[in-house]
């Protein structure tokens, strides 16, 4: 779901690095102790918001030409020609921002796709994804590098000693972008395109942005850890306990990401803390060249890959997931969004429902999923039909899956009442730890059901009975039971 549900926010964010590395949004006055100020610089009142000098912008411009060949050294990657830099204000940040927003061929997609996000549970009903993902991004953002104008932009209120990791970052993407033209490379990906009916091939190919941008941040990571510690002679593989204290401070500071919904905050953090792990692995398994220009030539296709990096070097290939016939099983629906809910996915979703330590137990047993959501055609104001099939390591594991999922569906609807036969006590949901056969319950929103099939976990939300039947018999073969069989 990553992979499109939340494009826009990554593509965004592909050259942006959260603000608290650059260690504060409004520092003091960056001059040395006892320095006089120099004689263009505007004077600065203590109350008044910080802003860089012309003098200091010079100094600047200046110092990113040596971080740059910092960068390449660290890097591999080669300078290929001179780099265009600028000083950015906040409010040309916003505009940027909200251009980017407006004109992005994902947004469109964005917006479907903030609706399938709230079925799943992972975004509030009444959210407002576009409002505050541009309050959120102005939060976190310390620069940026636009592929587009191959600019690097700086922001004129940090000052000197916080912009110099930062360009150190954002030099690495002007090396990536020279080598291997970042904006094509990183629209790749193929997947659905929302005007026909999801391939498997669509479906496969649906986190592969999601796994490109890891390697863009991880690596323009790489390079910021070792250009703050090579003052110490140490660097990103020395020192692993410094590397995790810094990665635990990303977005931690900023009131924005702290009121965020726990799938946002893991989203933005993402490519930047998983990026910055998988990196660090294929460094130590295959060196730097591997690391970089390895890496970009082959990139990683899901975020199983970047999560789990022994996959992405061993080659793993899951096999495809098994697909329903979306034409045949939905006569009756119009196709509203579809895509792959990777592991990631799957475990932002048990984080937010079952706690970190359940996720964390059981997502690396994930091995596929993806879902698909339609409106009926008779009313376009009933809510979304959702089929969501996902795949684990055994029968055990897919039954522990379905036990989070039916748990959240008591967070998810104001009512979710069990379907039960005759004679039967209703299930106390709450204390499952796993979930066997089919169940079913009535929503405001129409019947969901939770089937597990094997090793298979098959969901249906809002879906008239006649469609889930369709999709259980080209799944699996037979339909199961009618609701509340075990």
Known sequence: MTGRCLRFLL????????????????????QSAGSATPPD?????????????????????????????????????????SVKKKLTSRDEVERFLRKHMAEDEDAQRMQRSELVLKKFGLLPRDFDLQKF?????KEQVAG??????KTVNLLDWIGLEQQRPVMAHELTHVLQDQSFGL??????????DGKRMPTPRDLADDEVGTARQAVVEGQAMAVLVDYMLAPTGQSLLTSPQIVEAMKSGLGAEGAQFRDAPIFLKETLVFSYRYGLDFVTAVLRKGGREKAFAGVLANPPRTSREIMEPSTYLAGEKLAPMPLADFGKDFPDYQIFDAGAMGEFDVAVLMQQYAGEDVSKALYPHWRGGYYYAARPRRDANAPIGLMYLSRWTTSDKAAQFAAVYAKSLAGRYKQAQP????????????????????????TEEGTVVVEVQGNQVLVGESLDDETLRRVETDLFGVAPSRAGSK
């Open 11 to 30: 593509l965004l964010v592909i050259m942006l690095l959260p603000a608290q590395w650059a260690a504060a949004q409004a520092p003091a006055k960056s």
């Open 41 to 81: 610089a505007h004077p600065q009142d203590d109350d008044a918001p910080y802003k860089i000098s012309a003098t200091e912008a010079k100094d600047l411009f200046r110092e990113a030409d040596e971080i740059l060949e910092f960068a390449s050294k660290d890097s591999g990657l080669p300078i290929r020609h």
């Open 133 to 137: 993902l541009i309050a959120l991004l």
């Open 144 to 149: 940026y590098y636009d592929p587009k104008s």
């Open 183 to 192: 904006e094509k490379w990183m629209k790749a990906d193929g997947g659905w």
């Open 419 to 442: 379907v039960v036969k005759d004679g039967e006590i209703a299930p106390e949901v709450a204390a499952w730890r796993s979930l066997r056969g089919r169940h079913a319950w009535r």
